[in-house]
């Protein structure tokens, strides 16, 4: 068996009788276990590469099927819609009371569930499609926010203000996504005052962190961390409208972008919304 040693070698006595002496310590059993770490770390980095790879092929799979299932289901389904609303149509006046309200919740029901499927072809597109990086002013993705949401921010008198905001190296289409859905997500959640929403970057080592902030119903502790799974509604649907999807979309995106997305907020009381982009 081969032996590992640690040599020691020093001089010893006066210079007219100097001598030098030799410490052998032996590592062999030190070196046996390092190269076993050695070995197992090795092993373990191989494992983690083909998990990689699986887990990476199994979200490719995942949102394909969810893309193709969310696209073709929607047109048997405005088929059901279309033929509900026709039924409701040519025999209202011969269907009772209770029938015609049946058909509504038909109706409904069936309009509720494309929502649904449309929202989650865009939450499969966030990372389906390939994206072209380029420099872009935050400042004009928000002026195309804006533009976008113009109705929803003229009916509810919405104030939007914010800081003068930096230029990205990023995709545009996912960044005036972003936007949009941060900030129709505070105007939808407004509290009895007029909403108001103000944005603000800061620099910060290699990243810049914006936040969000609004004076709306602000969302309890308890429930936070729900806010960013899919199709997760903290209200009814005769409170506030929608799939429950735009928050989850913000978090992918950000996700893709390589940062970091989380709300600080208080009941009542308004939220700030907080989400870095790698500088």
Request: hydrophobic share 35%; with cysteine.
């Amino acid at each position: 068996m081969n032996r590992c040693y640690d040599v020691y070698a020093f001089k010893i006595g006066s210079p007219e009788s100097r001598e030098v002496a030799i410490i052998f310590n032996d590592i062999t059993r030190f070196k046996d276990t390092e190269n076993k770490l050695k070995e197992y770390q090795h092993s373990l980095e191989k494992q983690v590469v083909v998990r990689t790879k699986e887990q990476a092929k199994s979200n490719a799979d995942l949102e394909h099927f969810a893309y193709v299932a969310s696209h073709d289901l929607r047109e048997p389904l405005r088929m059901i819609t279309s033929f509900l609303q026709l039924l409701e149509r040519r025999y209202k006046d011969q269907l009772d009371t209770d029938a015609n309200e049946f058909i509504g919740f038909a109706v409904d029901g069936a309009k509720r569930l494309d929502a649904m499927i449309k929202d989650l072809l865009a939450y499969s597109k966030v990372s389906s499609e390939e994206r072209e990086f380029s420099l872009i002013k935050l400042e004009n993705i928000l002026e195309k926010t804006l533009i976008n949401l113009k109705v929803q921010i003229d009916e509810n008198n919405a104030i939007i203000t914010d800081d003068p905001l930096p230029t990205v190296n990023r995709n545009n289409k996912l960044l005036v996504q972003l936007f949009q859905n941060l900030i129709g997500n505070a105007i939808k959640y407004r509290s009895h005052d007029k909403p108001q929403i103000h944005k603000s970057p800061k620099e910060e080592k290699n990243q810049y962190i914006f936040s969000v902030k609004d004076n709306g119903i602000g969302i309890d502790s308890e429930h936070q961390n729900r806010i960013f799974t899919i199709f997760q509604r903290l209200h009814r649907n005769d409170e506030y409208e929608g799939t429950g999807i735009d928050l989850a979309i913000a978090q992918k995106i950000i996700q893709e972008l390589g940062g970091a997305i989380w709300v600080e907020s208080e009941l009542g009381k308004g939220s700030t919304f907080y989400f870095t982009i790698p500088n």
